[in-house]
């Protein structure tokens, strides 16, 4: 059993995004090892389709395989909607998503039973949170809003910006004018806006923000399945692999991760 426990976690994105995912496992599970792999190739899955999306995050699942892992984290939100599903049925490794966990908080927040979600057009398309929200309460109403600039703004580094602040505003006032309480992070890169997006919804609405969310739900259901690591802290127990070139991945690791990323591997991914 022992081995398995020492197994390390495998982390999926379409890019670099998912490290904010990354970054709450790193925080919130300090003695797992992760193996994270960035689809920098083929970033953004926010416009593709359900079949591209699907077949991309196999090929990453054969390939985490290949690195041992002991379960796997879908850290994009645009393949938890539309791949997780498919591919969970097709392994036997734990898989978790961060729809559910964003979802399910999402729920136990809002009083008004007004729900805004924020994402990709994948995501908010898929209506999956959707419909975790309304099975657990028909009532409670979610109000999507695609927001497709956040991905490019944050990536260049513009998370206080007054153009952000601009393009943030246009997003969010059609939510705000539905009064809703509660706002879904719904995609990858969106944690990294949350003062921005605080400053801009006030008090009254509850930030969710899934990639925190996913963290505590892996760790009971590692707990579960009684495959959480316990105890033995390394120095770097972290492995980053990429599809593309390395560069732009590993500067925007080191702006967010409390760590200095020092290698990043690069593979092909369309040979797995
Ligand atoms: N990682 C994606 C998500 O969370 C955002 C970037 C993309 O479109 O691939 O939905």
């Not at 729920?107 to 805004?116: A, D, L, Q, S």
Request: glycine share 6%; with cysteine.
């Amino acid at each position: 059993m022992k081995q398995i426990k020492d197994a390390p976690i495998g982390v999926f994105d379409s890019g670099v995004g998912g490290l904010t995912v990354a970054r709450e496992i790193m925080r919130n599970l300090p003695y797992e090892k992760i193996v994270y792999f960035g689809d920098t190739a083929r970033v953004p899955y926010g416009s593709k389709s359900k079949e591209t999306i699907i077949r991309y995050s196999r090929q990453i699942v054969r390939f985490l395989k290949t690195q041992e892992v002991k379960a796997i984290v879908v850290a994009c939100n645009t393949a938890s909607a539309l791949a997780l599903e498919t591919i969970s049925k097709e392994t036997d490794l734990p898989m978790i998503g961060v729809v559910e966990p964003g979802a399910k908080v999402a729920v136990e927040t809002t009083r008004n039973k007004k729900i805004g979600l924020i994402g990709t057009r994948a995501t908010v398309k898929s209506g999956l949170y959707q419909r975790v929200i309304q099975k657990e309460d028909p009532q409670i109403q979610v109000i999507g809003q695609p927001c497709p600039l956040f991905v490019p703004l944050v990536e260049e580094g513009w998370l206080k910006d007054e153009i952000t602040l601009e393009v943030a505003k246009r997003y969010l006032d059609p939510l705000l004018a539905q009064d809703i309480d509660t706002l879904i992070l719904g995609c990858t890169h969106y944690p990294l806006l949350r003062s921005l997006l605080k400053g801009l919804v006030g008090d009254q609405v509850t930030l969710v923000n899934p990639a925190y969310e996913t963290a505590l739900a892996l760790g009971r259901m590692l707990e579960d399945k009684g495959i959480l690591r316990e105890g033995k802290e390394e120095e770097f127990p972290y492995r980053f692999f990429v599809s593309d070139e390395e560069e732009h991945f590993q500067q925007f690791a080191n702006s967010i991760l409390p760590y200095d990323v020092k290698t990043t591997e690069q593979i092909r991914i369309e040979e797995y």
